[in-house]
DNA sequence: GTCTATATGCTGATAGAC
DNA sequence: GTCTATCAGCATATAGAC
C-alpha cells in the first residue's frame, strides 16, 4: 500500500499541476495549491522544500513520457509508420498530460529556466537522433527531401498545441471538452498532412485510431 | 514631430514587449522593464496606470497584425494562394513581431484574462470566415476534404512555433538567431505539407519567398 | 504528520521635491 | 515632465503547538 507520504505528495503533485497549468508558475500562489488540494499551506511546504522544488517536480513528470514518445524513430524501419506513430503519441501526451504539457510549454517558451540539465539533454538526444533518422530515410530515397528540422518543429507545434492552446481550441469549435473523436481528428489530419507532405507511400496500415495498438 | 509624451510611451511599450515576452506577466517586475529603458520605475507610472494597463497596450499592439494576416482569405479566389501567403503573413508575424507574439501566446495559454472582449470578438469572427471560406472551397472541391478546424490548429501551431518557441529552435538548430533563410524554410515546409496534404493543385505561383509581394 | 499564527522580504504603486 | 524616497500589501516560508 502507498504510504502516506507518498499519497500526500501525489496528491499536491496532481493539484500543482492543475493550477501551474491553469495560471503559470510565477502567478501561482501556494495557497492556491493548498486550497484546491484541501490541505492547509504549511502541509505543502512540509513536503516540498519550496514552490520552485514543487514547480520542477510537476515539470519533470512530462520528461519520460515525451522521451518514450520517440521509440517510434527506434523501432520502425519504415517512414510511415514511425511517423504515424509518433504523431499519434504526441497527439495522446496532449490530451492524456494535458496540464503537465501545458505547463513543459510554458517552461520552453520563457528559456527553460527551471529544467534540470539532465532532462535537457536527454530531450536533446533524443530530438537529434530523431531527426538523424529521418535525414537517413531522405537519402535512402524513401521520402521527400524536406527539411527535417522544420518538419518536426511542425509535428512538435501542431501536436502540441491541443494541450497548449486548448481554451483558443474550445473558443473556435464552440466544444465545451475536446473528445476522443477531436483527437482522431487532429491526429488524421495531422498525419495526412506530413505523409502526403513529405511523399511518404501511404502502405496498409490503417487511420490512427482505428489502427491496432 | 513626435511628442515627447508619444516617444516616450513607444520606448516604454517596446522595453515591455521584451521583458514580457521573455520572463512573462506575472514574473516581471515594473522596475525590469525600468531598468531596460534607462528609466527610473516612477516614469512607467507616469505614463501607464498600472503594469497591467502597461500589459494590455503590449497584447492590443499584435491584434491588428494578426487580423491582417487573414486578409488574403478574403482577396483571394484560389485555395492555393489564400493558404500561401495566409502562411507567408503568419511566419512574417513570428518573425517581425516576435517578442508580442510571444506575450500573446502565453495570455491564450492561460485563457486570455486580460484580453479585451473586442479584440477576442474581432479575431474570432475572422477565424470562423476564413474557415468558412475553406468549407466552401471544400465543397467547390478545390480542395481535400479535411477539417477545415484542424487545419487552421496547425497552421496556427506551425507558424506561431517559431515566436512562442524560438529557444527551443535555436538549441535544436544549434543557431544563435534566425536568419532569413530559415524562416523561408520554415514557410517552404509548411506551405508544402499544407497544400499537398489538401490536394490543392499546385498552380504557377513560386515558392513564398521568391514570389512577388 | 497536521495546522495556526507569524516573520520576512519583495514589489506595485504613490507622494512630493525638483 | 522627471525622479527619490517610501508606503502598503501580499506571498513565501517557518516556528512551534498539537
Redesign the pocket.
Given at each position: 500500500m502507498a504510504?502516506?507520504?507518498e499519497r500526500?505528495k501525489r496528491l499536491i503533485i496532481k493539484t500543482a499541476c492543475q493550477v501551474f497549468a491553469d495560471t503559470g508558475f510565477a502567478a501561482?500562489?501556494?495557497?492556491d495549491i493548498a486550497d484546491k488540494a484541501g490541505?492547509?499551506?504549511?502541509?505543502i511546504?512540509?513536503y516540498f522544500?519550496?514552490?520552485?522544488a514543487l514547480y520542477r517536480a510537476v515539470l519533470e513528470s512530462i520528461i519520460e513520457p515525451l522521451l518514450q514518445a520517440y521509440s517510434p524513430f527506434h523501432r520502425e524501419e519504415d517512414p510511415e509508420l514511425a511517423l504515424r506513430a509518433y504523431i499519434k503519441a504526441k497527439v495522446r501526451i496532449s490530451r492524456e498530460h494535458a496540464d503537465a504539457s501545458k505547463v513543459f510549454a510554458s517552461e520552453i517558451m520563457h528559456g527553460a529556466p527551471h529544467l534540470s540539465a539532465d532532462s535537457l539533454a536527454q530531450l536533446k538526444t533524443e530530438a537529434e537522433r530523431s531527426i538523424e533518422r529521418l535525414r537517413q530515410w531522405i537519402a535512402d530515397g524513401r521520402m521527400a527531401a524536406v527539411d527535417p528540422h522544420h518538419l518536426m518543429f511542425t509535428i512538435w507545434a501542431s501536436t502540441q498545441t491541443y494541450a497548449d492552446f486548448d481554451w483558443q481550441i474550445l473558443e473556435v469549435t464552440g466544444r465545451k471538452k475536446l473528445q476522443a473523436k477531436d483527437y482522431d481528428a487532429a491526429t488524421d489530419l495531422i498525419t495526412r498532412l506530413v505523409l502526403k507532405g513529405c511523399d511518404v507511400q501511404p502502405g496498409s496500415t490503417q487511420d490512427s485510431h482505428t489502427a491496432p495498438a
Open positions: 504510504s502516506i507520504r500526500n501561482t500562489k501556494t495557497s490541505l492547509p499551506k504549511a502541509n511546504y512540509y522544500k519550496s514552490k520552485e
